[in-house]
């Protein structure tokens, strides 16, 4: 038994040592997160339209005691509702009918008016259509949260360390998934979306950030970070689908507390591995975030990361109701729509995570960025579900390819030009990724109402494809003068590579950095 217990704490310590431990964490936390993002994305346009659709079958109903007769019941019928199981009842007027309740006749007709088709798919609902704002500011809202939290978290970690942000990341999102759990109102679940944004900008930053440093290697690096984007991939992967299926099949509730308990999971081995309390800060002052916003290379990284994640960002809450009004597509096909795109992403960001280094980085976010493009244009043109397989698989590869080359870019960046500590760049990546999520939802959701969805893809397609070529000044990024001189010193141990040279360059984390500052 004491030797079971030795051999347990020889683990634990050894864990803490390790780099691979720590990328099981990062993987399970950004699996969990984005799990989570994803997988209301099926479920929240189904689950408001029949909130709403229940609410005013109860408002026409609630007339019906105090009017129907013993003898009028035999002409009434259940149907189903829209895309919920809930029941509706009917009636047509019979001879029987008295003239004291032709009105209620009457009233009962019009439920049956504007009950579904035998299609029972809802083309031209006004309800549906107005569906698109409400579902893109619910969906936004986690993403603005993000942003707005992003800025603080950064420099925190530079500060305190990487495990207490991440572990609070984690306690933040078991709590947002509860409430996703048991939210029955729009309030609510906005609430709960909300929530998730503060969790997920902890997680998120500390996790790349604590990558980052563990790697300082460029190429480990980019292999580290194309391993931890599979976790996200995953949880994009597996998200809808899964969402999609059990709450057609086991209810609403059911996917979030699965998901509650694998952060649980996630959180227990964080508390024995990691041991928040121990958070050690970085060493060396971090270059201060204006700074970093200030480099144009940082920005065009940070945009390319923004406009390819804006493309799935409007195509999250507007496509399954395109879905549903053009395809009447069931609530499982909300979800599956979305898993080639999902499978794509998951073999972009472990194949470039590896050839990207070898290929060019610049290049591999360039192509990525004109794949999205044509893939994103290509969207309205799908008659039926069949018809999305191949659009939504380019979409996901070429932002595979985007994020799996720019995440790496963001840290090489830092220690090209600017100080060794990695918290403030990559909040500013998430930031990024952040605006991408939040200004896409909420104006696509606006856009699709306004001039309808074929053109929200027209839109988004032209700009990627025009940002584009902005990629090509990433081929080389000069360092900063005083950086210059640290590169050229070969007795370091830390190693970079220039993406288009084959020699290996060197440089040191020293404290040159600070004389840089003081001269800005």
Known sequence: ?????????????????????????????????????????????????????????????????NVVSTTTMDNFQSIFSYYDNSTMVTGNESDKTRPRELHHTQTEQMTVNVTPSPSDCPKEDKDLLNENVQVGLLFASKATVQLITNPFIGPLTNRIGYQIPLFAGFCIMFVSTIMFAFSGSYTLLFIARSLQGVGSSCSSVAGMGMLASVYTDDEERGNAMGIALGGLAMGVLVGPPFGSVMYEFVGKSSPFLVLAALALLDGAVQLFVLQPSRAQAESQKGTPLLTLLKDPYIIIAAG???????????????????????????????????????????????????????????????????????????????????????????????????????????????????????????????????????????????????????????????????????????????????????LMDHNCPVKTKMYTQNNIQSYPIGDEEEEYESDE
């Open 304 to 486: 390319s990361i923004c406009f390819a994640n804006m493309a799935i960002a409007m195509l999250e809450p507007a496509l399954p109701i395109w879905m549903m009004e053009t395809m009447c597509s069931k609530k499982w096909q909300l979800g599956v729509a979305f898993v080639p795109a999902s499978i794509s992403y998951l073999i972009g960001t472990n194949l470039f995570g590896i050839l990207a280094h070898k290929m060019g980085r610049w290049l591999c976010a360039l192509l990525g960025m004109l794949i999205v493009g044509i893939s994103i244009l290509c969207v309205p043109f799908a008659k039926n579900i069949y018809g999305l397989i191949a659009p939504n698989f380019g979409i996901g590869f070429a932002i595979g390819m985007v994020d799996s080359s720019m995440m790496p870019i963001m840290g090489y960046l830092v220690d090209l030009r600017h100080v060794s500590v990695y918290g403030s760049v990559y909040a500013i990546a998430d930031v990024a990724f952040c605006m991408g999520f939040a200004i896409g939802p909420s104006a696509g959701g606006a856009i699709a109402k306004a001039i309808g969805f074929p053109w929200l893809m027209t839109i988004i397609g032209i700009v990627d494809i025009l940002f584009a070529p902005l990629c090509f000044f990433l081929r080389s990024p000069p360092a900063k003068e005083e950086k210059m001189a640290i």
């Open 1 to 65: 038994m004491a030797g079971g217990e030795l051999s347990l704490l020889r683990w634990l310590r050894e864990s803490r040592q390790s780099r691979k431990v720590v990328l099981l964490i990062v993987f399970i936390a950004l699996l969990l997160d984005n799990m989570l993002l994803t997988v209301v994305v099926p479920i929240i346009p189904s689950y408001l339209y029949s909130i709403k659709h229940q609410k005013n079958a109860t408002e026409i109903q609630t007339p019906k005691p």
